[in-house]
């Protein structure tokens, strides 16, 4: 059996891509979850970057949610999520090159400007930690949540264009897929799975691997937001149909 771990944040819709495809994959594995911020020394480490997944395979390290899932398709073929056929598969990856650039970070940045604050953080961020655990990141949060607003570029401007770009992508996914629901081809591809993923954070789903975020006043409004457009029922049903836990 192949030694294998996933660096990851419990609460990320970039890591749900990499943790949907190894349950769907049914690839035995132990995950270590990291808390913003303190994970930078970690992930510097571990790949010389800053951002989670990262998946240790026998030894390798696979950074980044898209190439985790190329190393698992090739380690473990079955089920297929990448077209066999070359047009659908080069149209499947344009759609996951354009959300993994695209969509997913401004969706990020939306919901952090919109939700983000001391509550939300340990509740999410810090979900099966200890007590002392919370209480330490309680206290580091405010130099924590400066460091991410500059990182990121989280402002009123960059957060109005992102919330934008947010619902043109549950346009698309209300728009795209053909009468089997799916965006590429007759059945569930890497397409479909980054699509539901990174818009997972606007769309309250129970089969999602990760913690379920804090009930704060400002996330509970974020959800009610974009509750009635017709894009999130793509998301539940994707859900609903392939997020077999």
């Not at 992930?43 to 985790?68: C, F």
């Not at 264009?161 to 590429?184: I, K, Q, S, W």
């Amino acid at each position: 059996m192949a030694d294998i771990e996933l660096y990851q944040f419990a609460g990320s819709h970039f890591n749900e891509k990499a943790r949907w495809a190894l349950e769907l994959k049914q690839v035995p594995h132990r995950r270590r979850s990291l808390l913003p911020g303190p994970h930078m020394l970690t992930m510097k480490r571990l790949t010389g970057g800053t951002e989670t997944p990262a998946l240790v395979y026998d030894g390798s390290v696979i950074p980044g949610s898209t190439a985790i899932l190329e190393h698992l398709e090739q380690r473990h073929p079955i089920p297929v999520l990448f077209p066999l056929d070359p047009s659908e598969r080069e149209r499947a990856m344009a759609i996951v090159r354009r959300w993994d650039s695209a969509i997913g970070p401004a969706v990020r940045l939306a919901k952090f400007f919109d939700v983000m604050e001391v509550e939300y953080a340990v509740g999410t961020f810090c979900h099966g930690r200890s007590a002392v655990a919370r209480a330490m990141y309680r206290a580091a949060f405010p130099m924590i949540s400066r460091v991410m607003l500059r990182r990121m570029g989280i402002d009123a401007a960059n957060a109005e264009a992102a919330r934008r770009v947010t619902r043109e992508a549950l346009d698309f996914v209300a728009r795209e897929p053909n009468a089997n629901g799916y965006l590429v081809g007759d059945r569930f591809t890497v397409a479909d799975l980054t699509c539901a993923a990174l818009l997972m954070p606007c769309v309250p789903v129970a089969e999602w691997g990760g913690p379920i975020d804090a009930t704060t006043e400002r996330n509970l409004a974020w959800i009610a937001r974009w509750a009635e457009h017709p894009g999130t029922e793509w998301v539940r049903e994707t859900y609903r149909r392939h997020r077999k836990r």
